[in-house]
């Protein structure tokens, strides 16, 4: 099969699919303004070839404040002038499916920038507009409503009202964010806003883009009908799990989805999508079938420990759901949300690296053990089924960064919690590409987050010709995946219980030593280890893929 007739014709070819996340502004520079741009991506589109991925992902590239990295969107049919134009998006679309990489972008649809025309029309415009109407504004409590609708709170912060000036100089209504104050959300009871997105997907899938990924897919719909949502906690346990929880995964947003996936199936093959759903677990396969988007993230894997029942447990959980959505499950170990697993892995466990990293951890980050896990977790992964999503500089092994100064730290997770926000800046400090120069080969003109002096050490220069480097291992286990991934079965093997080994239906198997000494290996034919092995057996932390026939 020729990479073009892949490219048009197959319509599940998102099943198996690895994606590579791109965090536009941190992946490479081309005009040396310090912030990436799709220049920089387009040029570094021969690595990304040698990298044997299926597409790539990119987070918001669009017109922002950067309020919050960019998901705060002030149009959402538009390149950040900082970023390039549209002109050079389509460029990229071309050149990316002539070397048989897909396009996946991001949609943000709970909320929109502040500086949208639409909320820039709703300050402007009278109480009780069409223009307001399109957004959550409410009068606030007290003599002069100057107290918020409710004691409803963020997750970038405490409040999640703000109270707005009206055109008159008054003090005025309160919006609802459930994000940053530069993020109101939409209204999804308002037909124009359904109808701009619909537009906005056709925008972009007439460009040729193949695939979506949904920002906080399950929060659109809410009922504010009742008594007004107060203080709460974010995780999916508090979320009802019949559709009535009053603004998170209501049976509406289902609905939403169902005419969004009759756009996708306008296109030839069929637009896809991943769901970013933080609904409980049993409610992702809404999100996942074939009426909706078809895919939805699991994230299980990116908060394990490292631990061979967590994982075994949670692989089984997830390859089953997505057998009754008819869907694919998904894979994840970090994205630009979160800690980089090098350093969650050389964590003791049960840290809570969700709640404090600015400053670093005590203990400090064991990143011998970190760096050997993430390397034996990453080829585990890639021998499942379904389809990985990887994030950028995993695969040169970056640390996170956690001594990033906090005068320069950007993240509004940490800024507007004050004492008590993590930044996920750490995550988010833009790549080395070389092993010595301006902003190690990121740009010429400096990084817009400060990078370790250590970088260049990480760099694709330094590990390019490396053996055993991360790159070259992330190389030669996604070419080979590429040969072996063909059906979407697993099955167990029984294993000593220091060891996780299943085995696809073609004789490939996986076998990961969770443990901190050296394991014989089963019988078979060694393909690729993440580590060189010791005395002829498994190194600690470390993954074998073999062939023993079936
Ligand atoms: C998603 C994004 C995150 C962003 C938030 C608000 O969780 O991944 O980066 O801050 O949505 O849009
Ligand atoms: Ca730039």
Known sequence: MGEHTFLSGDSTWWRQAVIYQIYPRSFSDANGDGIGDLRGIINKLDY??????DGVWLSPFYPSELADGGYDVADYRNVDPRIGTLEEFDEMVEKFHAAGIRIFIDIVPNHSSDQHVWFQEALKSPKGSAARARYLFFDGLGENGELPPSDLNSHFGPNGWTRITEPDGTPGQWYMHLFAKEQPDFNWDNQEVRDDFLYT???WSDRGVDGFRIDVAHALAKDLSGKMPGYREWGPESIALDGSDPIFDRNEVHEIYKTWRKVFNEYDPPRVAVAESGAPAARRPLYASAEELGQAFNFDLMSANWNRKDYKKIIARNLKASKSDGSSSTWVLSNHDTIRHTARYGLPKDTNWDAWYVGGFKPAV????????????????LALPGSTYIYQGEELGLPEVLDIPLDQIQDPSFLRNPGKGRSRDGCRVPLPWSLTGSSFGFGSGGAHLPQPADWGSYSVEAQDHTTWS?????REALWRRRQLQTSEDLKWVKSSKKLLHFARPNGWHSVTNFSDKPVKLPKGEVLQTSAPLVNGKLGAYS???LFIHP
Do not use: D, E, P, V
């Open 470 to 474: 991360f790159l070259n291992l992330y």
């Open 201 to 203: 997907l056709r925008f």
């Open 366 to 381: 064991n990143y011998q053990k970190g760096f050997a896990r993430a390397r034996g977790a990453i080829m585990l992964m």
């Open 48 to 53: 990304l070839k040698g990298l044997h991925i």
């Open 543 to 545: 993954t074998a893929w």
